[in-house]
Nanobody, 116 residues
Framework: QLHLVESGGGLVQPGGSLRLSCADSKATSLSFYTVKWYRQSPGEQRELVAGSGSGGSTDYAHFARDRFTISRDPAKKTVYLQMDNLKPEDTATYYC?????????WGQGTQVTVSP
């Protein structure tokens, strides 16, 4: 069973960057999991931001393409979401999600606020 922990959120000005991290608190490797980042703003539904398949494939929501990059560091057992050129509309709680064999795990989320 995974216990996903996200980190790296914070307050940033428009145009700035943040790198979010997702790892299991017990240092379980995420290599075999499909890992995705979602986000949710108050009053809105949770939406997919980016995904990383265990075989190396990636996919992005239209708003994330060209600004966000999902990547893995197997040695650190961590999945990252690099977010550049952040906009106020990117303000949300960002969640890490991992899926394997019908089992789905979520982290508690990390807050990203983009404001002057």
């Amino acid at each position: 069973q995974l216990h996903l922990v996200e980190s790296g959120g914070g307050l940033v000005q428009p145009g700035g960057s943040l790198r979010l991290s997702c790892a299991d608190s017990k240092a379980t490797s995420l290599s075999f999991y499909t890992v995705k980042w979602y986000r949710q703003s108050p009053g809105e539904q949770r939406e997919l931001v980016a995904g990383s398949g265990s075989g190396g494939s990636t996919d992005y929501a239209h708003f994330a393409r060209d600004r966000f990059t999902i990547s893995r560091d197997p040695a650190k057992k961590t999945v990252y979401l690099q977010m550049d050129n952040l906009k106020p509309e990117d303000t949300a709680t960002y969640y890490c999600n991992a899926v394997l064999g019908g089992f789905t795990y979520w982290g508690q989320g990390t807050q990203v606020t983009v404001s002057p």
